[in-house]
Every structure is written in structure tokens, then in C-alpha cells.
């Protein structure tokens, strides 16, 4: 879970996932079952940042959201009700 990887930044973070999940057995036999996981776009994500040199956010906010005028996208969790503090 994200609120159990202690210190670090993002990127940190990212790499931390990845080093925890790939590290455990698959949840079902490979090709037996779809089993959905975020992890997939964390690893992708994580690549990216290798690659460029970049963290993920800094890489959507330059590639995506600058060049699309996405003035209202943003990061992070799922926010409170009510309130525009969440992804879009």
C-alpha cells in the first residue's frame, strides 16, 4: 500500500511498489486469470522516469497537460466530496 513506503519522493516511492510487488508470487497462475492491478501503469511510469531522466509528474505536466492547456488536472489520491482536490 502507498501509505506504507515511509520516506522518500515520489519517484522513490515508485520504485519502492515495484521492488515490494515484483518480489511477491502472482496472485493467480500466469494466463489462468485476469487479475486487474495499478501496478502495471506504476512499472510504465517508473520506465518513463528512467528513460528521461524525469519524474512522472514533471513528464505529464510538460508532455500532456501543457501542450492539451489541461489547466484543472492534477495528481494524487482521490479527493474529499465535495471538493475539487482530486485527479480529473
Known amino acids: 500500500a502507498w ?6 519522493n515520489l519517484v522513490e516511492q515508485r520504485a519502492a511498489v515495484i521492488r515490494e510487488r515484483l518480489g511477491q508470487p502472482p496472485v493467480e497462475p500466469a494466463g489462468t486469470k485476469f487479475v486487474y492491478s495499478n501496478v502495471g501503469y506504476v512499472i510504465a511510469g ?10 512522472w509528474e514533471e513528464l ?5 497537460f ?3 492547456k489541461m489547466s484543472s488536472a492534477g495528481f494524487g489520491p482521490p479527493g474529499k466530496k465535495g471538493q475539487v482536490d482530486q485527479p480529473w
Not at 49 to 54: A, L, M, P, R
Not at 60 to 64: P, V, Y
Open 3 to 8: 501509505s506504507t513506503l515511509g520516506a522518500g
Open 46 to 55: 517508473h520506465a518513463a522516469e528512467q528513460v528521461t531522466q524525469t519524474a
Open 60 to 64: 505529464i505536466q510538460k508532455r500532456l
Open 66 to 68: 501543457q501542450p492539451l
